[in-house]
């Protein structure tokens, strides 16, 4: 019972909303940097029609005043413009449109219409959408902005499309990060984001999608943030279930965990200490976890997006109402989201860091969690 | 609050503990085979010389009545055989021996010994250790035991050790499953067990550690486990976390999910009807999940394991006490775990799968649960 | 992880909001029985004069889709009419007004500032305003929705305006149940509404305030929700937590719980079973709940409303920026608010309910719901 | 996910069993504190048979190191010396006896059969039996530990024995509550204590039983502790939720929370400040608690338990099997058990009180969390 949020809202229906209770008070959001998030969410080279529709922004409802968190549960609203054209398709208040019964394979549609004893996969698929993660974003910038205050960036970059993958070991300097912001791949290699440029077009071309990898990083962690002590209290464990909860990310990595190629003497990263920086590593094999916890090294996670499986040459299905083969329907989608997905990425990492620090660190005022970090940062020394 | 667990003790306390709540009445208990899983995980080749000293065992001392659960939350334990030499020094009534202040790379001493403000990370280590995992795979035996019941089957294989991987695309057999179970690498592949038995005696000869990566299975399930609505209801997000959640795992992986050089027309399954099987797919590179429930095939998850940091020629590191540099202080090992390991992997499967099942179909008595899967089965051919 | 909800809404903000996740899918809203509650909860002799300003209807923004649940999370919204004339004062974009020092007793203004480390008790008392049980009734219209599938109906009737109070022992019959919705002190006992206006009248006039007592009732429930295994399941335990989780709520009693003066033998429900009937009792006196479960009686639980601390002629207090003394500043309230703690507790009541149920009974679509209480009510009969 | 416990075991089992997370590390366990908490359970006048064979000690078995904690999960075990008389009968491994069907009204007998498909209410029983809170008081008294480092004091009083109560305004001095543990009765009038007696008496005669009430209190919290800003964050929700967890506690009273015949001008509490107290109250009818916090003065909260229902002469009842009319079957109980339940008090309110002090205050050891108190002290001063 720290930090902890709810979100509601179909693709098409009048908004997104999320509710997110257990900020401390005092906390300055600034309405420009969340809206921000939201834009770049809405980038990336492949992206579909929907983005050209939706310009996002975040409405807050409650849980602020005059910019600042008092304390009370935060609520927020990105309205659908799209809405205005579906609601009398999808709306809490009317349902219409031809049945969406051709169901698509790797998606929600089949087990969701099955297990809620549903005829209209319209009903799955407006929530399983990967739309919802507006808001998620929206929560997230709200996580960065505590972050911050407590000296904790959060970022990243897309490491894979496709076969092509990268391997970096550290979160990108000032004037990468600015070359990742100024990407449409999200990356800071320009030559890279040209080879990746030419397999989305191939895919396009040929009416397909394709998948990819991104890293995100946290610099300012300090040490000691999860724990060892229980398996639900671990924070690679907790990123790793909130990284896999997000739509189409099928696999995460902490530092370099598939590596496993690598033997024992390549694995690890010795401790050193001066009186300067207190401990530190020379490698970061880790990526900035050991034993559940921070160990005082940036942070790194990689998450693995699968390729969007709706595609214009549809997969073979079923008609939900018949039990017919058939071929899926086609909803218009991207043919590659993995830049922002990572963006997404951040923010459920963002989450989950100021959830671990508030639980370490408690204070219902941003002071006073300040006060606590920087006391116990003292005595680690 | 469906299904729950929490557990305690120390490498070399008195006990392991753990308590179960949420089990639902009428299951029948076979104690051989829950102590059956405690001797598979403390199996293997590479294993150290603890797995020497202790013959697990579970006594159960609460919530089952001559064999059959009540409804009550249930009380086990795993005596600790090595306690008797360790009582002076590692006991919640006595504290003794040479502090641990050579804190290891790779493990929770160092981060656990500051968040906690210890200055022996014996406390921290004690704790950390996977002896943990042995009441983990207990109450994996009772997850595993209900869902027997409800017609679904757990298992594993070890897919990877160091640099020597595959891929297999089906769970096992009945044959290859008592191959792998007869198998001291946990693998139906004698040939391949071969090669990694090399790779295993190459590092123990120069006193290193060796990680690898193994698959869970589970048979039998019913399509619509977990749920697409809401991130934390994701079944692939809860058994990413609980994968995750397992000491030295550090990567995990849903179905092909970290192959994503392969393009969308490649990574998803199309889906089929039959009267006879209702909705079947031909392939299964989802691994049996689809928008974050099953989807009727054969879940097939993966997890990397980091090679054990604990190694005879000790990494640099730094003494708690003092902050000078050092070695770190060894610790009695294992060389290879990936086959104990599995187990445990197992076993929490298990257990999200049994409380998703729980969640979906309710019922306080086996039976009522038992007929709820069936009236379910029913509805969704 | 069954039924769950987040609110959020400051009193005079631009909205108050509510998620709600976890109803099945297919279950019916009757808007206009939303609506009706929450005007019910904004009627009452003794009301001040922001009941006249809103009227309140929920506008909801997802989880439905024409009228019909889909299993996706549920979000609504009261707007606040009031927020017009607030809009620089309170709001998520703008701050305002002359700063709330006169910290009242009795109210969360005081306690909440220091907590918090807020100078202006107005971020205070926004959100601890019992204006917040606006949505607090919406989500329970929603969950009496849900009962009323299942053949469960709650209701509730006043017992008490200041030091008259009454124990009738059975719920009301429809007959009754008119008269109280008709009463504008919710009551079947026209003699009695008529004393109890004198009481308020007479505070009125003094500048004070009355506090009272009411019942929660519900019908139909099957014997065995809740349970005994844990504290945390036990159904008087929720039911006591949720009716004291209402702002001026306490006091709670189950049955005829602090009749102590009554010896055992005049305490219990004989226990008495025929075929028609299942088991049965003569007497209620266990307010339908025994070991922490219902026993098939009709649920009888009370609650207890102080006199709400805002009054006319102000308390001695303490200046918040100066700690001066001072005397409480006057914020508009009602003068007796009993009538209308009814309809929130029958709201907190109905989700109790509805949550236990489903978690015993599982079910992600109302038909799956409704047929598992069937199966078990031909199981215990 | 700050403080949370799970419990199990059965009255006549090998044991009871609890393990307790979230402790900061550095906490010194007084063991025989804890055991004269557990001995102080088994007082009081009108006990049964039962409480002369048992003499309650815990056992630790994890979580602790000479005698500190480690920031690890707590276990404990209570070891029931009477089960070596239930063994064939009651045990995880054995089940016998005659069945248990005369199932007694007001016990959670037929509900909890009827709930879990048992046809021998001794499955039921053994579980919903008081006996289960020797691991409560066990935990409360680690609860206690933590409290009193933070400065804070827990204890309790008896109110009321059947018709005759009291209703004292402050917390008992020291020399009153040293008259209360040397009472029987657990109150500090012996004059009252003895007209209690007579009542008892009385009801032992006839064979019957009598109930009461007991209060609650806690002194040196600061102010703060809970919160306005969502239900279940109110610490008067949680406390009222814990005490009806308590076996036979029926109602809850928060300050003089069911005086309501007072109209609001004699129901608050005036607010004062001066430098060297800060802010006080000269009344405290609050009983500490306003708008979901503490205020400052003394927490008071009243619990209501009902006579325990196992009479001599039975209550008419229906035998499980048959259906057919019988009388309750008598198992070996109290007359009065208050005295004892007062106890249970202490320790859920100690452990509310730690979850809720802990997540204000955050940290992973003791002097962490002491020092955020005290910065958090001066702060509000």
Redesign the interface.
């Known amino acids: 019972?720290?930090l902890?949020?709810?979100?509601?809202?179909?693709s098409h229906?009048?908004?997104?909303?999320?509710?997110a209770?257990g900020f401390?008070?005092?906390l300055a959001v600034d309405?420009e940097a969340v809206d921000r998030d939201l834009r770049r969410r809405q980038k990336g080279y492949g992206r579909g029609g929907r983005m050209k529709i939706e310009t996002d922004a975040a409405q807050?409802?409650?849980?602020?005043?005059?910019?600042?968190t008092?304390?009370?549960?935060?609520?927020l609203?990105v309205w659908n413009k799209d809405h205005e054209n579906w609601k009398d398709l999808?709306?809490?208040?009317?349902?219409?449109g031809k049945k969406f019964t051709q169901?698509r394979?790797?998606?929600?549609?089949?087990?969701?219409a099955?297990?809620?004893?549903?005829d209209d996969a319209?009903?799955?698929l407006?929530?399983?959408s990967a739309r919802s993660t507006a808001v998620?974003v929206a929560l997230g910038a709200l996580a960065k902005a505590l972050l911050s205050t407590l000296g904790v960036e959060v970022c990243s970059r897309v490491v894979?499309i496709?076969?092509r993958?990268i391997r970096p070991d550290a979160p990108p300097t000032p004037a990468q990060r600015d070359a990742i912001e100024a990407s449409d791949l999200h990356v800071d290699d320009e030559a890279l984001a040209a080879e990746w440029r030419a397999l989305i077009d191939a895919?396009k071309a040929?009416g397909?999608?394709?998948?990819?990898?991104f890293d995100v990083y946290a610099t300012g962690l300090p040490?000691?943030v999860g724990?060892?002590?229980?398996?639900?209290?671990?924070l690679?464990?907790?990123?790793?279930?909130?990284?896999?909860?997000?739509?189409a990310i099928?696999?995460?990595?902490?530092?370099?965990?598939?590596q496993?190629?690598?033997?024992?003497?390549e694995?690890?990263?010795?401790?050193?200490?001066d009186?300067a920086r207190g401990?530190w590593?020379d490698t970061n094999r880790?990526g900035g976890l050991?034993?559940?916890?921070?160990?005082?090294m940036p942070l790194r996670v990689r998450a693995?997006?699968?390729?969007?499986?709706t595609?214009l040459?549809p997969?073979?299905?079923?008609d939900l109402a018949t039990?017919a083969?058939t071929q899926a329907r086609y909803e218009r989608s991207d043919v590659c989201a993995v830049p922002a997905a990572a963006v997404v990425g951040e923010a459920?990492v963002a989450w989950e860091l100021a959830n671990a620090l508030?639980?370490?660190?408690?204070?219902?005022?941003?002071?006073?969690v300040r006060?606590?970090v920087e006391?116990?940062a003292a005595?680690?020394r």
Chains 1, 2, 3, 4 share one sequence.
């Not at 902890?4 to 179909?10: C, D, M, S, V």
């Not at 229906?13 to 509710?19: E, F, M, N, T």
């Not at 050991?290 to 005082?296: L, S, V, Y």
């Open positions: 019972m720290t902890r949020y709810l979100t509601a809202g179909e229906g009048p908004a997104l909303v999320a509710i209770e401390p008070a005092g309405f807050f409802l409650a849980g602020l005043r005059g910019g600042l008092t304390g009370a549960p935060i609520a609203a999808v709306s809490p208040y009317a349902r219409g169901v394979p790797g998606h929600a549609d089949l087990a969701g099955l297990k809620y004893g549903l319209r009903d799955v407006e929530r399983a998620t894979a496709g076969p993958e895919e040929r397909g999608s394709i998948g990819g990898a040490i000691g724990s060892h002590v229980h398996p639900d209290r671990r690679d464990a907790r990123l790793a279930g909130a990284l896999c909860g997000v739509q099928r696999a995460v990595e902490i530092g370099d965990g598939t496993v190629g690598r033997p024992g003497y694995f690890h990263d010795a401790i050193h200490h009186p401990f590593r880790a050991e034993g559940g916890m921070t160990d005082g693995y997006m699968k390729p969007i499986p595609m040459h997969l073979a299905t079923v039990r083969a459920v508030l639980e370490k660190f408690g204070g219902d005022a941003v002071e006073d006060r606590a006391a116990y005595r680690i």
